[in-house]
């Protein structure tokens, strides 16, 4: 498998950060195979959840739990099992799009979770035969991953080849998805055909167990030049653990596996920063954080407690990172592809926060749940994704009776990933709720946005982070960068010398600051390395001052060597704005009728407002129909200067 030269100069960075973090090495480091092989429980007495013949321990789920899922499943009875035809796999090729095939992939999955779970449910034999219609079509299909993934093959991106067996997050996905069906159903299976699950473990083991085995190239591995893995190894890994545990026959194989397993998943830990940032940012932790968190559960079940890693402080640190930044609702901090509005998994956060003795992360379990309406409407399918289903099912009561803790931090600050998220009111909503980064630009689903910062009042957005449209081909592309979103000047960031900042892990702050105290929160960076050389900026200093309970103010100071066109400061709100009062930029929230201001130097800038229509759906699920970019565009060429504009809410 070849590299391109960038990614290999960015493995030697993030080779230089693993060394700095010290190589952990806290799984395969503590426990060697030798130790694994001893601790390992065998696969017949491997019993992370009851069976279908386990009926006493059936009773605890919720009866109107069951009762939906049933009626969900008996609507599928019967209907048909969509084709996944070739030319809409190649639609990816052809024209970037990956959601028409992946709506009839995922699709698949869902429906077959959901007749898996409402015939263990019922214990009545009614849906075995769809279920065995699902198991032999998913069988049946050339590749079990999406196109978007496909361009890892010798033969590129196309049609995928059937002699190179390529393992992506969908892939391993589905082989945990048709193991646990397995291990939930076992011989009720074969009252359909014993062949039935000879077929899962012949796929199983050609298209995960043994390519997982045999190679060492996977880039999620971490093994190759390419260092920078990412959520695919947790996510990855969490459900080739599930399939080796519950289907390799071989044990040599077996305890192979596992622990080449937690030699994945050291790799990912070891360029694991310190302070548990994850900087994917909070969507993305519910397959980074939380799969390293389902990994953990498989480890520790399967060799009775014996691997445990809930008293690290790392471990500690990458469950507690996803309510330091929690804003309210369904608002979190959404730097880089995040999206600013986010259901997280109740469940495992709540068993997360028990698991390293957090009563803050326990709670906000809790309070989620409820927020959610979760033991009324748990989704039994998932996404397929029964392993996350599972621990579930069996918490509801719990949950329902477990105390709720919204997590209304006063500030934290994440001094690796560089990036502070502060509040007016410690323990309350109430008014202005601030967020920075400094960071690099070669973050893992990076934007070029170092120095940015976004602004919430009462819970509601006032200046924002857009976040990412519906994924393309060209998301992850060379092309990358011409996409808007990703781009400085749709962030909360200057246009210097009418030039945007750069992508590549070379273009990154100096001197990152932070302090705070009961009245004040001040985080200062200098972005000036975060623009190419055509910029000509030698300094710029960003200041960002939240005075508790009154305002925040954005002071900038700045030295460029030459100054050719006229400074431009963005800054994009989901708001109405009106520029008319010179001196005074005022946002209306339609919704809630509150109104604030941000007050300039009218002798320094001109104000103006560009109104941006949204036409991708993802993007207008966070924000709406439209988004305004306010632009503050300065009267005067200057080599050095300084502004200050303030953020209050209106008297």
């Known amino acids: 498998m070849r590299y391109p030269a960038f990614l290999i100069a960015l493995s030697l960075i993030l080779v230089q950060t693993a060394l700095a973090f010290g190589n952990r090495d806290l799984l395969a480091g503590r426990w060697p195979e030798q130790?694994?092989?001893?601790?390992?429980v065998s696969r017949a007495d491997f019993k992370p959840f009851p069976t279908i013949t386990d009926r006493r321990d059936w009773s605890q789920v919720p009866q109107n739990v069951q009762s939906d899922c049933i009626k969900e499943a008996e609507k599928?009875?019967?209907?048909?099992?969509?084709?996944?035809?070739?030319?809409?796999?190649?639609e990816y090729k052809r024209d970037g799009n990956r959601t028409n095939y992946e709506r009839l992939s995922f699709g698949r999955r869902q429906r077959l979770a959901t007749l898996v779970m409402a015939e263990v449910f019922e214990n009545k034999g009614r849906?075995?035969?769809?279920?065995?219609?699902?198991?032999?079509?998913?069988?049946?299909?050339t590749f079990w991953g999406v196109p978007a993934h496909i361009g890892v093959q010798k033969k590129g991106t196309d049609l995928?080849?059937?002699?190179?067996?390529?393992?992506?997050?969908?892939?391993?996905?589905?082989?945990?998805?048709?193991?646990?069906?397995?291990?939930?159903?076992?011989?009720?299976?074969?009252?359909?055909s014993p062949l039935l699950r000879e077929r899962i473990r012949i796929e199983e083991g050609r298209r995960l167990l043994s390519p997982c085995l045999e190679r060492d190239d996977f880039w999620w591995m971490g093994f190759g030049p390419r260092k920078d893995v990412n959520?695919?190894?947790?996510?990855?890994?969490?459900?080739?653990?599930?399939?080796?545990?519950?289907?390799?026959?071989?044990?040599?194989?077996?305890?192979?596996?596992?622990?080449?397993?937690?030699?994945v998943l050291d790799n990912f830990l070891n360029i694991y920063p310190d302070d548990g940032g994850c900087d994917e940012g909070p969507g993305y932790w519910g397959r980074a954080g939380a799969s390293l968190f389902d990994c953990l559960e498989l480890l520790e079940s399967a060799s009775a407690g014996k691997v445990n890693l809930y008293g690290d402080p790392l471990i500690r640190k990458i469950g507690q990172y996803i309510y330091k930044v929690y804003i309210k609702d369904d608002y979190y901090v959404n730097f880089a592809d995040a999206s600013a509005r986010l259901n997280p998994e109740?469940?495992?956060i709540y068993r997360y926060g028990k698991r390293i003795d957090d009563p803050a992360m326990a709670g906000f379990g809790a309070f989620l749940a409820k927020q959610q309406g979760l033991a009324q409407n748990l989704r039994v399918s998932r996404n397929g994704s029964l392993g996350r289903l599972l621990p579930d099912l069996f918490l509801l009561n719990e949950l329902a009776s477990a105390a709720p803790r919204e997590p209304l931090l006063g500030e934290a600050w994440f001094p690796n990933l560089e990036v502070l998220t502060a509040r007016s009111t410690p323990g309350s909503v109430a008014g202005l709720y601030l967020a920075a980064k400094g960071g690099h630009n070669a973050e893992s689903h990076n934007h070029n946005d170092v120095g940015n910062f976004i602004v919430y009042a009462g819970g509601r957005p006032l200046l924002i982070d857009v976040g990412v449209g519906t994924y393309t081909s060209k998301t992850f592309s060379s092309r990358r960068y011409e996409i808007w979103t990703m781009q400085s000047d749709f962030h909360n960031l200057p246009t210097v010398n009418g030039v945007m900042q750069k992508e590549g892990r070379e273009f990154h702050s100096r001197s990152p600051r932070f302090s705070s105290d009961a009245g004040k929160v001040e985080f200062s960076v200098d972005i000036a390395g975060a623009y190419p050389?055509?910029?000509?900026?030698?300094?710029?200093?960003?200041?960002?001052?939240?005075?508790?309970?009154k305002r925040i103010e954005l002071v900038e100071d700045y030295q460029l060597k030459e100054a050719v066109k006229p400074l431009r400061l963005n800054l994009m709100t989901p708001l109405k704005a009106d520029v008319s009062q010179k001196g005074t930029i005022g946002l209306s929230d339609p919704t809630t009728g509150s109104q604030y201001g941000i007050s300039y130097d009218a002798s320094q800038f001109d104000a103006s407002i560009e109104d941006i229509p949204l036409t991708d759906d993802r993007l207008k699920s966070a924000w709406g129909e439209r988004l305004a970019r306010i632009v503050l565009t300065a009267k005067n060429l200057n080599t050095k200067g300084n502004y200050r504009i303030e953020i209050t809410p209106s008297r």
């Open 231 to 263: 959520n695919w190894t947790p996510w990855i890994c969490s459900n080739w653990l599930a399939a080796t545990l519950l289907i390799e026959q071989n044990d040599a194989s077996r305890v192979k596996s596992v622990h080449k397993i937690m030699r």
């Open 127 to 141: 849906f075995l035969d769809e279920i065995a219609n699902g198991v032999w079509a998913i069988c049946e299909e």
């Open 35 to 40: 130790e694994v092989r001893r601790i390992l």
């Open 76 to 90: 599928l009875l019967g209907t048909k099992w969509e084709p996944l035809p070739a030319s809409v796999f190649l």
């Open 533 to 549: 050389a055509e910029a000509k900026v030698d300094r710029w200093e960003r200041k960002l001052v939240l005075d508790r309970g």
């Open 160 to 192: 995928p080849d059937i002699s190179e067996p390529i393992v992506d997050l969908f892939a391993a996905e589905t082989g945990a998805l048709l193991a646990w069906t397995d291990y939930l159903l076992g011989p009720r299976l074969d009252t359909v």
């Open 346 to 348: 109740a469940g495992l």
